[in-house]
C-alpha cells in the first residue's frame, strides 16, 4: 500500500466529510444526547464505506468504457464545489445560527435512531455526490493505487464519526454560539475550492 496515496484518500474523506450537513448534524446531536452512539457512528461510517468502494471500483470502469464520463464529473464536480463553497462563504459572512440540538426531546429507541441515521444517509444525494461521485474520480488519479486511496476514505469515514459523536460533549459549548458556525462554514469554503482546484489541476 502507497502511504503517500492512503494519506490522500484520509485527507480528500476528512475534506468532504467535514461539511456539517444532514448526517453529520444528527450524529452530532446523538453525542450530544449521548444515545445510541456506538449503532450511530458505525451505520454512518459502514454506510460511507460501501458508498466509496463502489465510486472507487465501479467509477473506474465506466470512465474506461466511457472515456467522456471522467472529464464531465471531474469538470462538472470542480464547478459543484466552487458553488458549494461560494454558498459557504456566504453563510459564514451572514449565519447567525446556532446548533438546535433538541437536548430536552424523548430519548428515542435503538431501532428508530438507526433507521433515521440510514435514512438522513441514504437518501442524501449529496452522500452519492461525496462518496460516489468525487472520490471515485480522484481515485483515478491513482491507476492501480485505488485500493490504498478507498482505505484512506473509508479511515476518514471512521475516524470522522466517531470522534464526532464521541466528542460532542467538548462541541456543546462551542457550537451554541453563531461565530462557531461562521468559522466552520469559512474553513468548509477553503476546503471545497482546494478540492475544486485540484481536480481542475488534475484535469
Not at 462538472?76 to 446548533?99: I, V
Not at 442524501?124 to 492501480?144: A, C, E, K, R
Amino acid at each position: 500500500m502507497n502511504p503517500s496515496v492512503f494519506f490522500t484518500g484520509l485527507t480528500m474523506g476528512l475534506s468532504l466529510i467535514v461539511a456539517i450537513g444532514a448526517q453529520n448534524a444528527f450524529v452530532l446531536r446523538q453525542g450530544l444526547r449521548n444515545e445510541h452512539l456506538l449503532a450511530i457512528c458505525l451505520t454512518c461510517a459502514l454506510s460511507d464505506a460501501v458508498l466509496i468502494l463502489v465510486g472507487v471500483t465501479s467509477f473506474a470502469q465506466i470512465a474506461a468504457w466511457l472515456p467522456w464520463v471522467e472529464p464531465l464529473m471531474r469538470y462538472g464536480g470542480a464547478a459543484f464545489l466552487l458553488w458549494y463553497g461560494a454558498r459557504n462563504l456566504h453563510s459564514a459572512l451572514h449565519s447567525s445560527r446556532t446548533l438546535d440540538m433538541g437536548l430536552e426531546t424523548a430519548r428515542s429507541g435503538l431501532a428508530k435512531a438507526v433507521l433515521a441515521c440510514l435514512a438522513i444517509t441514504w437518501l442524501n444525494p449529496h452522500v452519492y455526490l461525496d462518496t460516489v461521485v468525487m472520490l471515485g474520480t480522484i481515485s483515478t488519479q491513482f491507476p492501480g493505487q485505488q485500493g490504498a486511496f478507498a482505505a484512506g476514505a473509508i479511515s476518514a469515514s471512521f475516524l470522522f464519526f466517531f470522534l464526532l459523536g464521541y466528542g460532542a460533549t467538548w462541541l456543546r459549548p462551542v457550537f451554541a454560539k453563531a461565530r462557531a458556525w461562521r468559522v466552520l462554514e469559512a474553513v468548509i469554503a477553503a476546503v471545497m475550492w482546494a478540492i475544486a482546484l485540484r481536480l481542475l489541476a488534475g484535469g
